[in-house]
């Protein structure tokens, strides 16, 4: 039996049972496919493909066009996961206007089930707007990599007093502007659990502690697919980064040696039509 679908309701409803709930990356058709097959309730399709996809050295430049292609593959891929689009850089930062028409491509073209952006106090309004179009909203807060050279580089958040009570504030603001749901990047654990404790919308952790109501990785990292660097809150689940080349590799040695394509791996002619090319 293929798992059901959850939706922005029973989340809440997770949160207040104490039930913890998991969201990963995926990218693509055959990644959104195993994720699906998988028990992870939710699929982020994250700005991140455009470091481990793409290829681009941060997020920033990925654009709505990019994102709304790599959206309906996981969608195509993944009919009983929950789906989370994110919305680039630029794509709702000029007006409520610009965010609602954006967020609108996302469910509508893209098929996903939510939409979720970066930022805390400062887009409350954006979310607000969103939200009273009828799209449920995650929010993001803590590290938001889209604005990382504001934040000085990839670094903890809520380190001292004042920047943790901007957080828990950041998260306030967001429950109030009718967001479902919140991801809390790079943050101490006490401070993940003090915004946990304060918000009755759920908190999704990444590199946050243990505290939040769900936790969240990127595929990639996880599975040791994305080699440039690995953040320390990522636990490697699997290394298939040297199976695959070892792999590849296992294939031109056989090529080279003609021990490959085998006979089951070809097709037959027969001899009496063969006969007559000669």
């Not at 009718?178 to 991801?183: D, I, Q, R």
């Not at 809390?184 to 505290?211: D, N, Q, R, Y």
């Not at 097709?267 to 039509?273: R, V």
Request: net charge negative; aromatic share 6%.
């Amino acid at each position: 039996m293929p798992k059901k679908k959850v939706n922005v309701i029973q989340l809440k409803e997770m949160k207040q049972a104490g039930q913890k709930f998991h969201m990963v990356t995926a990218y693509d058709y055959p990644t959104a496919m195993l994720v699906d097959k998988s028990e992870v309730e939710l699929i982020l399709v994250g700005d991140s493909l455009g470091m481990t996809v793409l290829g681009y050295s941060n997020t920033v430049p990925v654009t709505m066009e990019e994102m709304l292609h790599h959206i309906k593959a996981v969608v195509r891929g993944a009919p009983n996961t929950f789906i989370v689009g994110d919305m680039p850089f630029g794509s709702y930062n000029e007006s409520k206007e610009q965010a609602i028409r954006n967020a609108t491509r996302i469910m509508k073209e893209g098929g996903a089930d939510c939409v979720k952006l970066e930022g805390g106090q400062e887009v409350a309004e954006i979310v607000q707007a969103i939200v009273k179009a009828g799209i449920p909203v995650m929010g993001h807060i803590g590290l938001t990599p889209q604005t990382v050279s504001q934040l000085g580089g990839f670094k903890v958040q809520g380190k001292d007093a004042e920047g943790a009570r901007k957080l828990i504030d950041d998260a306030k603001s967001l429950e109030q502007a009718g967001a479902f749901s919140v991801v809390v990047e790079c943050v101490p654990t006490p401070i993940s659990k003090l915004i946990t404790e304060k918000v009755s919308i759920p908190t999704l952790g990444i590199g946050a502690g243990i505290e939040c109501d769900a936790q969240v990785l990127v595929f990639h990292d996880m599975m040791g697919l994305f080699e440039r660097f690995t953040p320390k809150f990522v636990k490697q689940y699997a290394n298939l980064s040297p199976v695959i080349v070892d792999a590849l590799n296992t294939w031109v040695k056989e090529v080279r040696a003609g021990e490959f394509p085998e006979e089951k791996h070809s097709f037959t002619f027969k001899a009496e039509g063969l006969d007559r090319l000669y």
